[in-house]
């Protein structure tokens, strides 16, 4: 991914993560709460096998309405 699509990625990545704070179902793994943040970023990995900044350009909308997808089914 471009150096502008990485950024722009990353700052929707943010917002999710602050959209989801406090949303997440609890998790034995994680008694202080779970990272909105890092659970953006993980299932974006996982879904698309690879970091949001090595994902082709071409998939940059893809990626944001995976991350849309996210917002609206908190796990």
């Known amino acids: 991914m471009n150096k502008d ?12 993560g602050d959209y989801l704070q406090g949303q ?3 998790h034995p793994n994680h008694p202080k709460g779970r990272n909105a943040y890092a659970h953006v ?3 974006v990995k996982n879904k698309f096998n690879m970091s949001y900044k090595d ?7 893809e990626v944001v309405n995976y991350i849309d997808f996210l917002k609206k089914n908190p796990s």
């Open 5 to 16: 699509n990485s950024k722009k990625l990353w700052k929707i990545i943010q917002e999710a």
């Open 24 to 26: 997440l179902p609890d």
């Open 41 to 43: 970023a993980l299932c």
């Open 55 to 61: 994902i082709d350009d071409d998939k940059f909308d």
